[in-house]
């Protein structure tokens, strides 16, 4: 499949052992990883997952996500296609991106300070970020809000004199919950008078300022995401310096859509790799298992969902590469529609492949003895996350509808 795509001989190898470095270390690691969270401190570092960081170091695969290669702050320096070939084997295992530091929020955030921060933002937050040292998160929704816009949102970023004054209340901080969280992107309203989209500013907000309260996990579907975890925070006069604002006041919008997009692209394609995994589930558990004098897998419904499954998956991952392709050809502006586009279309596909699978596997699907369920857990929220489904297809039909108007 990738053959039809402009990958280059380097990014070919570099998915060669990843695949390799998944079925060596990866998955044999995940029942390890599964009980030393239910046994230990939920909310500290895995001692499991800090054994696989030392081996993703090691194996050349590092920030894999940073697409730039510069200086000092070096990345893999793939395109977005390329590196989408990587995230889908990544995605097919909950605990695949973070051995090699690619772990949503902390990709889009470090790309964030890489583009719009400064060199003291790079130095101070960067790199220990890239060199896997901290982790951090993005404080964007808020609870007293419809977030899905988010000219709707209340926290104030107010000047004073040397100083930003922060208050407000942010949710769905994915990683908060991490002791190791040391850095926020908050994004809140500097001028409320201004033009609608130059109303919103980021700002960078050392997770240890005094003000900053974090009041409580919040669970998904039941589960809790431990030890990284989702957090409704609190901002009570947390003050911090003006040279921490990013760009400047109202640049909050213009920085988000440059955020986004790529994390569009990567929650697309670990979607892909999620229904992969999930669809050998249903195919293994269907030719192992019988029900009513033949095999499951010999059932007419269980083949119409195998093969629904294979259609929807096939079709998700050539829309995913084909918006990846236009994001290095054209810009991610002109490919606003084949980003909105994928955006529905994984997320949604992958929630009906896993509750497909869950299906076959019967009793067993819905429990905690096999991923399903949380990965169906995980898989509900990305109609969610970084953006509702309605709000995309409203941009794919404005954008459809353009060509019409005289």
Not at 14 to 41: C, N, S, W
Not at 351 to 367: E, K, L, P, T, Y
């Amino acid at each position: 499949m990738y053959d039809h795509f402009p990958i280059s001989d380097r990014a070919k190898r570099m998915r060669e052992t990843l695949l390799k470095f998944m079925d060596d270390h990866i998955y044999p690691a995940e029942t390890t990883y599964k009980q030393q969270v239910a046994e230990g401190d939920r909310w500290q570092p895995v001692p499991i997952m800090e054994e696989l960081k030392a081996k993703g170091r090691e194996s050349g695969l590092w920030n894999m996500f940073l697409t730039h290669d510069a200086g000092e702050y070096k990345g893999a320096g793939l395109t977005n296609l390329e590196y989408g070939t990587l995230c889908e084997i990544m995605g097919r295992s909950s605990i695949g991106s973070e051995p090699f530091n690619c772990s949503a929020p902390d990709t889009g955030n470090m790309e964030t300070i890489f583009m719009y921060g400064t060199e003291e933002h790079k130095a101070t937050w960067l790199k220990p970020l890239l060199d896997g040292e901290i982790r951090s998160c993005f404080a964007m929704t808020e609870p007293g809000v419809a977030s899905s816009d988010a000219t709707n949102i209340e926290t104030r970023i107010v000047r004073d004199g040397d100083d930003y004054v922060i208050n407000g209340r942010k949710w769905w901080s994915s990683g908060a919950m991490d002791p190791r969280c040391k850095i926020a992107i908050l994004m809140g309203k500097t001028d409320p008078e201004a033009e609608t989209y130059r109303q919103q500013s980021m700002i960078l907000v050392p997770f240890d300022t005094p003000g900053v309260k974090v009041i409580r996990p919040l669970s998904v579907i039941g589960y809790d995401h431990a030890p990284h975890g989702h957090a409704e925070v609190e901002y009570t006069d947390v003050r911090v310096p003006a040279s921490n604002i990013l760009l400047g006041e109202g640049r909050g919008f213009e920085i988000a859509q440059g955020r986004l997009g790529p994390g569009r692209i990567h929650h697309a394609m670990r979607s892909v790799g999620q229904a992969e995994r999930a669809l050998e589930m249903m195919c293994e558990r269907a030719m192992g298992r019988s029900a009513f004098g033949k095999r499951i897998a010999d059932m007419g419904v269980t083949k119409h969902w195998i093969a629904e499954s294979r259609m929807e998956i096939e079709q998700a991952r050539l829309l995913v590469l084909h918006a990846a392709y236009m994001m290095d050809t054209v810009g991610n502006k002109t490919a606003r529609k084949e980003i909105a586009m994928i955006k529905v279309v994984a997320a949604n596909m992958v929630q009906r492949v896993i509750d497909r699978a869950m299906q076959v596997h019967g009793a067993a699907g819905v429990s905690q003895d096999t991923s399903l369920a949380s990965a169906f857990a995980n898989a509900r929220t990305m109609r969610l996350v970084d953006g509702p489904d309605e709000v995309h297809r409203e941009t794919v039909a404005k954008l459809e509808l353009k060509q019409y108007r005289n």
